[in-house]
């Protein structure tokens, strides 16, 4: 078994943006520059047989390269329950079809449809039990967030391996938008 997730890697310069905000919330589990990303399709643990099927399902889509834009934070969860600190993306229907076409090539390999609806993201911090009032103020004081535009030329595949404190993701394949 393999967990596997399609995602949009985030440009350098603008990890290095997000990185300096992330600050100001005890005990918030920072995600390392690296594992900075837009999450297409989470799929989850499958066996080795279906990733290399869903691998030739994800050969043959066909999108065109596109711009997208960060904008705003929040947090996932309330009060007790905040789990999660994100970046937010601005609307963007070139990203809706891709996470779409990942969605469609998934299911033609049999994987379960995803429930939850699709909220473009880069999740910037894991929250255990955090002070509510902290990250309400990182929230205001982030909330203006807009990068500039990234262009999105390519999408991958990555592995996710879980240590001790966080999950580390290795790319597995990359998939051109042309």
Not at 49 to 74: K, M, N, Y
Not at 104 to 110: N, T
Not at 142 to 156: E, Q, V
Not at 164 to 174: K, V
Request: aromatic share 8%.
């Amino acid at each position: 078994m393999i967990r596997l997730f399609a995602a949009l890697a985030i440009p350098e310069d603008i990890g290095q943006a997000l990185a300096r905000r992330q600050v100001g919330v005890d005990g918030a589990r920072w995600r390392p520059l690296d594992a900075l990303h837009i999450t297409l399709r989470f799929f989850g643990d499958i066996r080795e047989d279906l990733a290399r099927d869903l691998d030739a399902e994800l050969i043959c889509l066909h999108s065109q390269a596109f711009d997208l834009e960060l904008s705003g934070v929040g947090a996932f969860g309330e009060g007790p329950d905040l789990h999660a600190l994100w970046a937010g993306v601005a609307e963007n229907e070139p990203l809706r079809r891709l996470a779409k076409a990942c969605e469609s090539a998934a299911r033609r390999v049999g994987l379960k449809p995803e429930t939850r609806l699709y909220r473009p993201h880069v999740t910037l911090a894991y929250l255990r039990h955090p002070d509510p009032a902290e990250v309400a103020a990182w929230i205001q004081a982030n909330n203006l967030l807009k990068s500039p535009p990234i262009r999105a030329t390519h999408f991958g595949v990555y592995s996710s391996f879980l240590g001790s404190e966080q999950s580390h993701y290795r790319l597995e394949a990359a998939y051109p938008l042309l």
